[in-house]
């Protein structure tokens, strides 16, 4: 059964350090997604990409964030300068082009980020 | 979206039906129900969804009442990979990209 894939599984950084966390979605979807989740709390939505550009973004992902397509098959999430919150799970998710189908998301293990 | 309500927690003996329920009473005509899960620092797991007719796959049940304002999950022989937090999300859906808002959900113990 295809699946989403991250890595690293655990990231461990400095304040201020810039980090990249990968994700290869599910080879024919099209729409793909970054959701965090800090320790104890909700699995908060992040931001959603289809067709090389952001279609939504939530209050979260500020300018420090960035994502991106770099080649047919890797999305990443960039961020600048971590902060110490930034210390969550991160979870890549994707899922097709289907209407009724289209809430149905696949989501990676996720990368544990550790900011110290 | 309609809010939906559920149990904080629940305990389930193995093997044995868990019935997981969710309240969504200001569900619109054309809002889907939607179960996802998250096992222990693993990511969310897309369970089922419907609109109102009950529905059955692989992995569970979905029952929903007439009046849909009331849904259930069921998973008919609960094991203990099936302990985990439960999402029942309320939706409609459409084509294209759709975020997934998550709610505390019911944290459901399955007990050897």
């Not at chain 1, 709390?41 to 992040?46: A, C």
């Not at chain 2, 089922?48 to 998973?75: C, F, P, Q, V, Y």
Request: glycine share 6%; net charge negative.
């Amino acid at each position: 059964e295809p699946e989403v894939t991250q890595t690293p599984s655990h990231q461990v950084t400095q304040m201020g350090q810039e980090v990249i966390l990968r994700c290869v979605p599910i080879s024919n979807h099209l729409y793909f997604y970054w959701y965090r989740q800090i320790l104890g709390q909700k699995v908060e939505f992040l931001v959603s990409f289809y067709n090389n550009e952001i279609s939504e973004k939530s209050e979260i992902f500020d300018d420090q964030f960035s994502v991106e397509r770099p080649d047919g098959s890797n999305f990443t999430l960039k961020i600048r300068s971590t902060k110490l919150e930034d210390s969550a799970m991160y979870f890549c998710a994707s899922s097709d082009l289907g209407l009724q189908s289209s809430y149905e998301q696949y989501f990676g293990p996720g990368t544990r980020l550790t900011v110290t | 979206d309609a809010k939906t309500t559920q149990p904080t927690s629940m305990d389930c003996a193995e093997g044995r039906a868990a019935n997981l329920p969710c309240n969504h009473s200001t569900i619109s005509g054309n809002e889907y129900v939607y179960w996802y899960r998250q096992i222990h620092s693993q990511g969310p797991q897309y369970i089922i969804h419907g609109l109102k007719n009950n529905e059955t796959n692989e992995m569970a049940s979905l029952i929903i009442t007439e009046d849909r304002k009331s849904s259930t999950l069921i998973l008919p022989h609960a094991t203990l990979r099936d302990t985990a937090v439960y999402y029942c999300i309320v939706r409609v859906p459409s084509g294209g990209y759709q975020k997934v808002t998550f709610g505390t959900g019911t944290k459901l113990q399955v007990i050897p």
